[in-house]
């Protein structure tokens, strides 16, 4: 998973980036699925939040969209609008990162 700093220096670069949820890998048993953050042109993907969830310094509480796949794709999409980026942008910013994620450095897959 990625260090915050790598994180806040991505948001700080003013990289475009929408939020994805993983077919494989974003959901955990109990809690339901788990967005992602993926930058435009970045390699991978930046689950939100840290899990396991401890409550240490530092850290941050996950957040989770519901058990449901598509229903917690249709938030991603809400919340990709809400940053002024349509569907057809945003596969777009998640092609940019699946082509060059040969350098895979970030996140699970």
């Given amino acids: 998973m ?5 994180v806040s220096e991505l948001l700080e670069s003013r990289r475009r980036f929408v939020y994805f949820v993983p077919a494989e890998g974003g959901y955990i ?4 699925y788990r967005p992602s ?4 042109h970045e390699p991978g993907h930046f689950p939100v939040g840290d899990w396991p969830y401890e409550g240490k310094p530092g850290t ?9 796949y598509d229903k917690a794709v249709e938030m991603a999409n809400e919340m990709n609008k809400r940053l002024g980026i349509d569907e057809r942008e945003a596969a777009e910013i998640v092609a940019s990162s699946m082509r060059v994620s040969g350098e895979t450095r970030h996140g699970k897959r």
């Fill in 60 to 68: 941050s509480a996950p957040w989770f969209w519901g058990h449901d």
């Fill in 29 to 32: 048993e109990g809690r339901g």
């Fill in 2 to 6: 990625a260090k915050r700093k790598e």
């Fill in 37 to 40: 953050v993926v930058f435009e």
